[in-house]
T-cell receptor, first 114, second 111 residues
Framework: GAGVSQSPSNKVTEKGKDVELRCDPI?????LYWYRQSLGQGLEFLIY????????KSGLPSDRFSAERTGGSVSTLTIQRTQQEDSAVYLC????????????FGEGSWLTVV | SQELEQSPQSLIVQEGKNLTINCTSS?????LYWYKQKYGEGLIFLMM?????EEKSHEKITAKLDEKKQQSSLHITASQPSHAGIYLC???????????FGAGTILRVKS
């Protein structure tokens, strides 16, 4: 596609429910990143993919968070048993490669846990 | 781990005035990215600087990279209300596999 596409754009969920956030990167981009931005906070790295593999999962805050990428394209970030502190904007980004390439961001998925 | 400090945290300028935002790294910079974010939106890529002393311009925005000082500056000339938003600098992490970001600078332009 023309840009990084994320869905849903907004999600309100009850505490304890599972949520899935989807990211469709720019066509041909092999690297895909997930970041989280909480209210008043900076961007927090979660995980990145090179192709379908995730060499760096160091930013995932707990084992309730997981992500996968299939076919070297679409990625899904899953949050199980959501907590109120999970409320944030989840941003996906993609680039041609992992080094020295411009990284383009999507519009983000706003998650509110009530 | 690498840390980026941005200054100022926020600023309000009168339309037509110039302004500068700084980004200082705790480690050597191998690449520096500038993004702009409007409330409720994603990050818009502005510029990427890779070489010491490099300077790039786009419309009224100019960014410079000073590797010796581990610092980059973003300068806006004759600011407009459309320049308002949050400016974020990002740098490649030590392993080069991801970007780490500064906390951002909130810019408001008064008309």
């Amino acid at each position: 596609g023309a840009g990084v596409s994320q869905s849903p754009s907004n999600k309100v969920t009850e505490k304890g429910k599972d949520v899935e956030l989807r990211c469709d990167p720019i066509s041909g981009h092999t690297a895909l990143y997930w970041y989280r931005q909480s209210l008043g906070q900076g961007l927090e790295f979660l995980i990145y993919f090179q192709g379908n593999s995730a060499p760096d999962k160091s930013g995932l805050p707990s084992d309730r968070f997981s992500a996968e990428r299939t076919g070297g394209s679409v990625s899904t970030l899953t949050i199980q048993r959501t907590q109120q502190e999970d409320s944030a904007v989840y941003l996906c980004a993609s680039s041609l490669g992992i080094t020295g390439n411009t990284i383009y961001f999507g519009e983000g998925s706003w998650l509110t846990v009530v | 781990s690498q840390e980026l400090e941005q200054s100022p945290q926020s600023l309000i300028v009168q339309e037509g005035k110039n302004l500068t935002i700084n980004c200082t790294s705790s480690k050597t910079l191998y690449g520096l990215y500038w993004y702009k974010q409007k409330y409720g939106e994603g990050l818009i890529f502005l510029m990427m600087l890779q070489k010491g002393g490099e300077e790039k311009s786009h419309e009224k925005i100019t960014a410079k990279l000073d590797e010796k000082k581990q610092q980059s500056s973003l300068h806006i000339t004759a600011s407009q209300p459309s320049h308002a938003g949050i400016y974020l600098c990002g740098a490649a992490s030590g392993d080069g596999n991801k970007l780490v970001f500064g906390a951002g600078t909130i810019l408001r332009v008064k008309s």
